[in-house]
């Protein structure tokens, strides 16, 4: 069910320095640009943010997970190859400063609170806001703070764990939490484990299949049919 959850829009905690720029386009990488960026006031980082916010294409950072003839790019960048990635579509619905800015050595650093469709790269949005104000930028910390409907809020202490303290939410209330819900017939149920299509119809491009509260399949539209993308194991 994970493969599906993970494509929800994601909300990021971050702070991003202005100033420098790194071939990771975090900390973490090698600065390869400096510009004294302590001129820059709140109101022209906002006039940058105003724009970046909505849908935009994006170029992911080059030491990002996509693979590029075969190799992640991140793989290559380390092995001394320029990678350059292809812009992609992504949606940023909320882009805010949360902090003052702190002003030293040149840079600016500020926190911000990110709330972006799947695929967003935080460390490119830190990048191109670098570049937009022409003093370079990257991130210095990043931490997701909600995937879809789960809120690290939410969350336990790893500390905390064990096996009296361990809330596990079941798996259909799980899937019909974030996806469309379509209740299923015992004839539906067997057609489907046995890799049939079967009638129906449903709102939106995925929906959670149930039968009894057991979570029975991810189904998505196929012509006038519904289709299995994928089959859970029957619950004992």
């Known amino acids: 069910l994970l493969t599906f959850l993970v494509g929800a829009n994601k909300t990021y905690t971050a702070r991003i320095r202005l100033g420098a720029t790194t071939v990771t386009d975090d900390a973490e990488g090698e600065i390869t640009a400096t510009k004294d960026a302590s001129a820059i006031t709140r109101d022209q980082i906002e006039a940058e943010l105003s724009k970046l916010r909505g849908e935009n294409m994006q170029v992911p950072s080059s030491v990002s997970a996509i693979k590029v003839d075969g190799q992640r790019a991140y793989a290559k960048v ?3 190859d320029e990678v350059k ?3 992609r ?3 940023i619905y909320k882009f805010e400063i949360t902090s003052d800015l702190t002003v030293s050595g040149g840079f600016v ?4 609170i990110i709330e972006c469709s799947s695929g967003t790269y935080i460390r490119a949005i830190a990048r191109d806001l670098g570049e937009a104000l022409g003093v370079g930028g990257h991130l210095t910390a990043l931490r997701r703070t909600h995937v879809g409907l789960y809120s690290v809020e939410d969350a336990q ?3 905390s764990l064990n096996r009296d303290t361990l809330e596990i939410t079941p798996l259909a209330d799980a899937a019909v939490a974030n996806f469309e819900r379509l209740d299923l017939s015992e004839q539906d149920v067997i057609d489907l484990r046995h890799g049939k299509r079967i009638s129906g ?3 939106s491009e995925l929906a959670a299949a149930v039968n009894q509260n057991q979570l029975i399949a991810m189904l998505e539209p196929a012509g006038d049919k519904l289709k299995s993308v994928v089959v859970f194991a029957e619950e004992k």
């Open 85 to 87: 990635l292809a812009a």
């Open 157 to 159: 202490a790893m500390e």
């Open 109 to 112: 650093d500020f926190d911000v």
């Open 78 to 80: 380390r092995g001394g």
């Open 89 to 91: 579509p992504v949606t």
């Open 201 to 203: 119809v449903i709102k």
